[in-house]
């Protein structure tokens, strides 16, 4: 009886003791380790909590390099790659004269663009970040948060996070506006609902394409930002030919010709 007690004993001390080592390894490991880690090497290590207050997207990627390469003793010396170039902006006219108009209003457009890059706007790298970065939290997870307020294009690569302007592609295209949509102008005009910025052309044609670039979202404070309007830099209606030059993304053209299709109000060149 008492060989039987010993061995019992003896038995749940082990387990006892087997059951704390694996608490400990458990906890050693679940210190070297980041939730929702990535498959990567840029985020294999877990950095000390930060916080940033009012910091530009430029200035928080240099301290998280800075800080990636310190932790992980120079194996990674860069976990964020950030792509200041300026949207490509690729033409298709359909004659000479609209060509014209539209070097026109891409020049437009890079002069308003410079603009927008020295305030700050949402979209730019120079936009500002008020948050804190999670202690043990993956950097995918959190620069995925932090694009998504600042609205910069984000995507993840096994070399490093790639941010950049967004958007990132732009095209500039013409339309042909019909009497059915001159028509809709006309009526908006009368009930003075024409858009803040625009022509009753220009705004009865956003009102059916559902075109979005005018518009573009400004920081007023930390976490809080307000629209503001730029259709000049992406509208210019030529009403001697009745054409609409517009400057929008490759996927919000498609959109616009559908809606305008499907609403009647598409006319070909």
Known sequence: MKRRTKIIFTVVAGAIFIFLALCVIAAWASSRMVAHQRPYHWDACVLPEQNFSNETII????KVNALVSQTSEGSV???VCLNTNPAEIAQYPPDPTVKTEMNKLVEA?????????????CGFETCRYTGKFMARHSLGCEFQAVASWVQLDYAEKPDAIHLGRNPTHLECRAYKIS???KLMAEDVKKQNQIRVDMNPVTSAFVDVSR??????????KPNETTGEFRAASVFSYLPESSVLVVIETPEAHKMAEKNLKEAGFWESF
């Not at 075109?211 to 007023?220: E, G, Q, R």
Request: glycine share 4%; aromatic share 10%.
């Open 211 to 220: 075109a979005s670039l005018w518009s573009i979202d400004v920081p007023t």
């Open 77 to 79: 010396t860069q976990a």
């Open 109 to 121: 457009y890079r002069k308003d663009e410079t603009n927008w890059l020295n305030r700050g706007a």
């Open 179 to 181: 009497p059915k949509l």
């Open 59 to 62: 200035d928080i990627v240099a």
